[in-house]
T-cell receptor, first 112, second 113 residues
């Protein structure tokens, strides 16, 4: 089963609106990462949040992590058409782990 | 190089043939990973290399799959006797240290006909 599960599977919003995507996971982690994928090819690393952090910002991105609920959210503010992509969360599986497990992603469509 | 380079970008092969996929990681990145992604799915871990340590092959789906990393740099993923279910995008990633953000290549789209 997937370590990380994104929700919703698909999201369609108007340009300028905020987009929120959620990720739930099952086991304890060292860190959680978010990636973006355009056109089914390579993924781009967006942000990494460590298990002892609760919130992190990068430009228009805001990531939160709640380890008690084993969940994370990615907020994209003031969305642009160029933000249209699939977004994946990725988690390791705790101490000594090096393998990231990816969810199936949220497909975001930003309508101009 | 500036990024992770994968070749070929697309490969169409006949069922039963062998294929080799190549990955050039970012210079100095000691960790290298192979994943594959089937249509509309998440990424499936295949294999991991870290420096001179023995690779973690636990994700390879069958003994038809093998990979090597020469000189701690370039990696080749080989699929023998390809099957239609091997059709997917094969993604390579590297990172400077374990569990740091990965840099992905653009992938090789493999189609077995």
């Amino acid at each position: 089963s997937q370590q990380g599960e994104e929700d919703p599977q698909a999201l369609s919003i108007q340009e300028g609106e905020n987009a929120t995507m959620n990720c739930s996971y099952k086991t304890s982690i060292n860190n959680l990462q978010w990636y973006r994928q355009n056109s089914g090819r390579g993924l781009v690393h967006l942000i990494l949040i460590r298990s002892n952090e609760r919130e992190k910002h990068s430009g228009r991105l805001r990531v939160t992590l709640d380890t008690s609920k084993k969940s994370s959210s990615l907020l994209i503010t003031a969305s642009r058409a160029a933000d249209t992509a699939s977004y994946f969360c990725a988690t390791d599986s705790g101490a000594g782990s090096y393998q990231l497990t990816f969810g199936k992603g949220t497909k975001l469509s930003v309508i101009p | 190089g500036a990024g992770v380079s994968q070749s070929p970008s697309n490969k169409v092969t006949e069922k039963g043939k062998d294929v080799e996929l190549r990955c050039d990681p970012i210079s100095g990145h000691t960790a290298l990973y192979w994943y594959r992604q089937s249509l509309g799915q998440g990424l499936e871990f295949l294999i991991y290399f870290q420096g001179n340590s023995a690779p973690d092959k636990s994700g390879l789906p069958s003994d038809r799959f093998s990979a090597e990393r020469t000189g701690g740099s370039v990696s080749t993923l080989t699929i023998q006797r390809t099957q239609q279910e091997d059709s997917a995008v094969y993604l390579c990633a590297s990172s400077p240290i374990v569990n740091y953000g990965y840099t992905f290549g653009s992938g090789t789209r493999l189609t077995v006909v």
